[in-house]
């Protein structure tokens, strides 16, 4: 059944999703209005890349603490 | 109720249940207009905050004690204590149940199914839900519990509870509200950061770290399994009204249809019933309660 896939994958997957989106658009926000790496390019993928890393981290160690 | 030959038979369960039942009976009104009243503040942070009109730190204050006052509602309703047994009335607990938890982002049928579970398996190892928290070694593991999110377990009780068909239904029913929660912060992070970060990630954080160390871990701390023992009376630095008055919480666990705020009174009326049945801390309960701290050991 498809929504029992899709609660599978938020089961096993959601600490990565939640670093990547919700912690990297919090880390792009921050480098924006502190004016870090501003007109940089790179900004975007570091904050997203830190939040998916963040995320993985978590669900390798099956924690966030 | 098979009762223990050492306890007098002015102490019957019987007269205590009648005693309860006194108290079981009143409108909780206050209770509503909390659990509605902080969800309607909560969301009218969002346009204030949004359009320049409240500092984003000042709403984030107001909405980590909106998240702080959520819960208790949901579990007035979880208990049917608003429609009190008149199905015409069922669906305000549900109204309020449901309405009051956004600001927690807990959907309302698992909460009052797993606490159902609570009630009827208090300190079970096994079956318990919230057994984790009340049997935690320290406060601030629990906190980091919370933080973590590792104490809300729910797939584990699932598992528990698979033959008990109203749990799973009831557990199936709120699979689209939990995704919803799961699914709305992500979807606002991208469009609004900061304010879903201080809004409402962060203070349901903060409200459930106070939800669980309060109406939790501190009122079973210590306790083990049996009608007059899962719970206890305690006492606390803080007033008690800053912690919801969950030094009460043990009359809670014997009757659940008492009103909240109607505790007090309660166990003015049965504090004789509770210490002849030698309640942890019964001894200890003043004979009027007014003042802070509840009970001073």
Same mark, same amino acid.
């Given at each position: 059944m498809l929504v029992e896939k899709f609660l599978n994958h938020i089961s096993?997957?959601?600490?990565l999703w939640f670093g990547l989106i919700f912690l990297g658009s919090i880390f792009n926000e921050i480098l924006e209005k502190f004016?870090?790496? *501003?007109? *940089?390019? !790179?900004?975007?993928? @570091?904050?997203?890349?830190?939040g998916a890393l963040i995320g993985l981290t978590a669900k390798i160690r099956g924690a966030w603490l | 109720m098979k009762e223990s030959p050492e306890i007098a038979a002015e102490f019957s369960f019987e007269k205590e249940k009648l005693i309860a039942k006194s108290f079981s009976q009143r409108f909780q009104w206050e209770m509503i207009l909390i659990g509605l009243g902080q969800a309607a503040l909560w969301l009218s942070l969002w346009p204030l905050v949004l359009n320049g009109l409240l500092d984003l730190w000042v709403g984030?204050?107001?909405a980590s004690l909106c998240a702080c006052f959520a819960y208790l509602p949901s579990h007035e309703a979880q208990h049917g204590n608003y429609s009190r047994g008149n199905p015409k009335l069922r669906w305000l607990d549900g109204l309020v149940g449901h309405i009051t938890l956004i600001t927690l982002k807990f =959907? !309302?049928?698992? @909460? /009052?199914?797993?606490?159902m579970k609570h009630h009827a398996y208090t300190n079970d190892p096994e /079956?318990? =839900?919230d !057994?984790?928290?009340?049997?935690?070694? *320290?406060? @601030?593991?629990?906190?980091?519990? %919370?933080?973590?999110?590792?104490?809300? $377990?729910?797939d584990k009780y699932l598992e528990?509870? $698979?033959?008990?068909?109203?749990? %799973?239904?009831s557990f199936h029913q709120a699979i689209p509200i939990a995704l919803f929660y799961k699914a709305a912060p992500l979807v606002m992070v991208i469009i609004f950061p900061f304010e879903t970060l201080?809004?409402?990630? @962060?203070?349901?954080?903060?409200?459930? %770290? !106070?939800?669980? %160390?309060?109406f939790s871990y501190y009122p079973h701390l210590g306790t083990t399994t049996g009608r007059y023992q899962n719970t206890r009376f305690w006492s606390h630095w803080m007033p008690r009204f800053f912690n919801h008055s969950m030094q009460l919480h043990f009359i809670h666990h014997l009757h659940p249809g008492i009103g909240h705020y109607d505790e007090p009174k309660a166990v003015e009326a049965l504090k004789p019933f509770l210490v002849a049945r030698k309640v942890p801390g019964a001894d200890k309960i003043p004979d009027r309660v007014t003042l802070n701290p509840l009970i001073n050991t």
């Open positions: 096993n997957w959601g600490k004016n870090i790496l *501003s007109g *940089s390019s !790179y900004a975007w993928g @570091l904050a997203f890349g830190l | 984030f204050f107001i =959907p !309302y049928h698992i @909460l /009052r199914i797993t606490h /079956r318990d =839900p !057994y984790a928290n009340a049997h935690n070694t *320290s406060v @601030l593991k629990v906190i980091k519990n %919370v933080l973590d999110g590792s104490t809300v $377990q729910f528990v509870f $698979q033959n008990d068909k109203a749990f %799973v239904n201080l809004l409402w990630w @962060l203070p349901a954080k903060i409200g459930s %770290v !106070y939800t669980t %160390v309060f």
